[in-house]
């Protein structure tokens, strides 16, 4: 069999169980079964797949077709047009993400000193890092085992002179000995608790809770960072939140019982207002 027509059988049955996307997941699945990119791939399209390879993807699609989502079957995922490593250990970034990346990238000044909070993959952090010539960045976030993975990411991109990691708590108190910074982006998790039973399986059952839910309203993190955490800011300092849909008001109102000034909110390609900004 050659690897086009393996591609297409993937390609069938993801569709055939209802898979959105199964076009790109297929060419991903077959990619990772092989150890190929995806310019080999195209290069290889007529040759045929040895035994192995056959094997390893029957054994990658009955993961993706038990639930599993595709990133954490091949441990990459692209976020802002950089090949990230994800796993089980961090949150998938999702494209509306970008959405933040790209606004913290609008409003810096030459030399912006940035703290991502909540960092999982450290998506956020380093898409600002790599497209700002002369910034540093601080990914913080609670969980040792997602820092693990954004040190990793900063290795894989070559960050290291500019980019570093840092356990911290955004529910606790903002530690100084982080420094200070003219920018806090965040995309902390934000998901209603009540919320959880509705969640598709693929989130609920894969992706880390701790990064997910924010509490019986789902806006923990953001009382918690705009009330302990403003001193990690210089005075005119920037803060970039994403918010869950319908959220943005109350993360504006938060805002500004701690005092930041509310600036602007940015929607997403659906409409819905993904970006909260403030200033301090
Ligand atoms: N900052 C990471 C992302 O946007 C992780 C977010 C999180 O863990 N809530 O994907």
């Known amino acids: 069999m050659t690897y086009s027509s393996l591609c297409i059988g993937v390609r069938n049955t993801l ?11 297929a060419r991903l699945i077959v990619c990772a079964a092989a150890g190929i990119d995806a310019d080999t791939y195209y290069r290889c399209l007529g040759q045929t797949v040895p035994d192995r390879t056959m094997n390893r993807c029957e054994e990658l699609l009955g993961r993706r077709l038990s639930g599993e989502p595709v990133a954490y079957i091949t441990g990459k995922w692209e976020f802002f047009g950089l090949e990230l490593i994800v796993d089980r250990r961090v949150l998938i970034p999702r494209i509306d993400t970008e959405i933040l990346a790209e606004e913290a990238i609008r409003l810096a000044a030459p030399g912006v000193r940035i703290l991502d909070m909540c960092c999982g993959s450290g998506c956020v952090g380093i898409a600002a890092a790599v497209n700002l010539p002369g910034s540093r960045a601080v990914l913080a976030d609670i969980s040792r085992e997602a820092l693990s993975v954004a040190g990793e990411n900063i290795a894989l991109l070559g960050l290291e002179d500019k980019v570093s990691t ?17 920018m806090i982006v965040c995309n902390p998790p934000y998901i209603r608790t009540d919320e959880a039973p509705r969640l598709d399986a693929s989130v609920k059952d894969y992706e880390p809770g701790i990064a997910l839910f924010g509490g019986a309203d789902g806006l923990d993190h953001y009382r918690s960072i705009c009330s302990n955490w403003t001193g990690a800011l210089f005075p005119g300092g920037y803060i970039l939140f994403e918010c869950g849909a319908g959220q943005a008001r109350s993360v504006e109102q938060i805002m500004r019982e701690n005092g930041l000034k509310v600036k602007s909110t940015v929607k997403d390609t659906s409409g819905v207002e993904r970006v909260a900004v403030g200033q301090k």
């Open 15 to 25: 569709r055939g169980r209802g898979i959105s996307g199964a076009e790109l997941e």
């Open 166 to 182: 840092a356990l911290a708590d955004s529910l606790g108190e903002y530690d100084p000995s982080l420094g200070k910074f003219d």
